[in-house]
């Protein structure tokens, strides 16, 4: 089974480095177990650097995550389960039963690659931007993203990753910039997953993003540029003798400036 939940959320992990949240994966919410895809918290006051992507721009303290990859529907069911998956989370983190955290520091997203036809069909999906939606689920809102209508911009490359669409997963891949430097091999993953799911790609990740520099190269600092590559990919190709004539350069460089 291609485990697409895992690699939203580490991917989430990395976007969210740095910031004033912290995502949780799996989170276990009952004795018998009922995971839910993905939490993404508020670890410290502070104001999220640069843009967030489209959907997560109204983030709350608490903010839980259902999604649904390529092949698996996002339905009434699934927003049934989101909204129990809320209701357990809330009692657990919350000082008592008595005394629940505000409603208010909760939001509940259901996340998914293509547009949710049934369930388009059975609850009223109110547009809110272009593959944002809102359902309302008794007396509770859920945010609804659909990755494959998510418009382009580099503050989306995130959800362009898990679009299922060729053209935009190509690109997320070329515009995403790591926070943590693992996003490589996750990357990778991801373009294996992709190929299993018979989405077919011209060429390895790899290729795609040496292309997508030399592309536009003219318009990238060499600071953008380096961000894009983990630093073993940095270094291949150079020999023992270059590696050391360059850090011998950086050192005398330094040395001057001081």
Do not use: C
């Not at 503050?155 to 299922?164: A, P, R, T, V």
């Not at 292309?211 to 940095?234: A, W």
Request: charged share 25%.
């Amino acid at each position: 089974m291609i485990d697409w939940h895992r690699l939203l959320g580490l991917t989430l992990t990395d976007f969210f480095t740095d910031s004033p949240f912290v995502v949780e994966m799996e989170k276990d919410l009952s004795l018998k177990q009922q995971v839910l895809d993905v939490v993404i918290l508020r670890k410290q006051p502070g104001e999220f650097s640069g843009r967030l992507p489209d959907g997560l721009d109204d983030l709350a303290e608490h903010n839980l995550l259902s999604y649904k990859s390529m092949r698996e529907p996002l339905d009434d069911w699934i927003l049934k389960e989101l909204a129990a998956h809320y209701v357990n989370y809330r009692k657990q983190i919350s000082p008592s039963l008595k005394k629940l955290l505000p409603e208010d520091q909760f939001r509940l997203y259901g996340i998914s690659t293509r547009f949710p036809q049934k369930l388009s069909e059975q609850v009223r999906l109110s547009p809110l931007q272009a593959g944002v939606y809102e359902v309302v689920w008794g007396t509770q809102r859920i945010r609804v993203i659909v990755l494959s209508r998510i418009p382009e911009g580099d503050y989306n490359s995130i959800w362009h990753l898990f679009s299922g669409v060729q053209e935009k997963v190509m690109s997320g891949a070329a515009r995403y910039q790591s926070h943590t430097g693992e996003m490589s091999t996750i990357l990778n993953q991801l373009f294996d997953n992709y190929q299993l799911e018979g989405v077919s790609m011209p060429y390895t990740m790899k290729d795609f993003q040496r292309d997508y520099i030399k592309e536009h190269l003219n318009v990238l600092t060499p600071d953008e540029v380096f961000q894009r590559f983990s630093t073993d990919e940095r270094l291949q190709g150079l020999s023992l003798e270059e590696i050391k004539a360059y850090l011998e350069k950086s050192q005398q460089k330094k040395q001057k400036k001081h």
